[in-house]
Nanobody, 114 residues
Framework: VQLQASGGGLVQPGGSLRLSCAVTGSIFSRNAVGWYRQAPGEQRELVAA???????NYADSVKGRFTISRDNARTTVYLQMNSLKPEDTAAYYC?????????WGKGTQVTVSS
């Protein structure tokens, strides 16, 4: 199972980015996928997750600003991030679990700064 995250970059406060996580080698339609982030000196935290049925959950800090979605045909999960704040600056990682094993993609850096 491989996860490839992309879409990070430098954006001004109030701006938007869309992250993508392409998942290969898994039974994608049967696995939940989550986005996590980790800022320097901080623990990795869950940002958003989406189940196989499309149910979602979000960290309180991003509710109303971020939207997670999935395209089972493309085996890709997206994270639309709007109204970005400097505190959203972090490396963002996507994650899935299959048969009890955890899989992580390499992080994509998001920097929110003027």
């Amino acid at each position: 199972v491989q996860l490839q995250a992309s879409g990070g970059g430098l954006v001004q406060p109030g701006g938007s980015l869309r992250l993508s996580c392409a998942v290969t080698g898994s039974i994608f339609s049967r696995n939940a996928v989550g986005w996590y982030r980790q800022a320097p000196g901080e623990q990795r935290e869950l940002v958003a997750a989406i189940t196989t049925g499309g149910s979602t959950n979000y960290a309180d800090s991003v509710k109303g600003r971020f939207t997670i979605s999935r395209d089972n045909a493309r085996t890709t999960v997206y994270l639309q991030m709007n109204s970005l704040k400097p505190e959203d600056t972090a490396a963002y990682y996507c994650h899935t679990r299959q048969y009890g094993m955890d899989y992580w993609g390499k992080g994509t850096q998001v920097t929110v700064s003027s």
